[in-house]
């Protein structure tokens, strides 16, 4: 599947590559990040490629890089590769990598020791089972921040890891592939007992 970007990069009419089989899209994932690793303390694959789906969009990572010098260098390694960036801030580089005959899409987020398991919970997803999550803690008097971590009363509960998001919600811990939304609601979560009269 390819759909042409033109106004992205005019100079060249490199179709943007929309779509990867999971086994394509992890061969790039891997490369990209066999090259990355080196700036970074932490560098996860997330995303539909941690969740296992059969075609994915883009490729996410979570990256704790070393130091603000070496975030900078990922994005000079990829355009030293000859991938297209998109965009390169502070917190997020969005880059096309090649792939074939056409460029996949390669996101970074930047997070810190303090705050990667939050950010692996929501750029993991699945979208729907954020939404779901992030209306649970706010019914718990909570709230899900990517750049904080979970918060209650202006403190943060849990951020560090994924299994700390999920205990202090209430939850155990659910793998990538459970992530998923089935009829509002989560497919990991037990049907609700019936109340004996």
């Known amino acids: 599947l390819m759909k042409k970007q033109a106004t992205l990069f005019p100079e060249h009419e490199i179709p943007i590559i929309a779509e990867l089989t999971l086994e394509e899209a992890e061969e790039v994932a891997n490369q990209v990040k066999a090259s990355a ?3 970074c303390e932490v560098l996860e694959i997330v995303g539909s490629i941690r969740r296992r789906r059969p075609r994915i969009h883009d490729v996410d990572f979570i990256a704790v890089a070393k130091s603000d010098a070496e975030w900078l260098k990922i994005s000079e390694d990829l355009k030293r590769s000859k991938a297209r960036i998109g965009c390169a801030g502070n917190s997020v580089i969005k880059a096309y990598v090649p792939h074939g005959n056409g460029l996949f899409q390669v996101d970074f987020y930047r997070a810190k020791t303090s705050t990667l398991g939050i950010n ?3 750029r993991t997803g699945s979208a729907e089972h954020n939404t779901w999550l992030a209306g649970y803690a ?6 899900l921040k990517y750049s904080e971590g979970l918060i209650k009363d202006g403190k943060v509960l849990a951020g560090e890891t994924e299994d700390s998001v999920f205990t202090a919600l209430g939850f155990q ?5 459970e992530r998923e939304i089935v009829d509002h609601k989560p497919v990991w979560l037990p049907p ?3 109340s004996s009269e």
């Open 37 to 39: 690793i080196v700036h």
């Open 120 to 122: 692996l919970l929501i």
């Open 138 to 143: 706010i019914s718990k008097g909570m709230r």
């Open 173 to 177: 811990y659910q793998p990538p592939q």
């Open 192 to 194: 609700p007992t019936p």
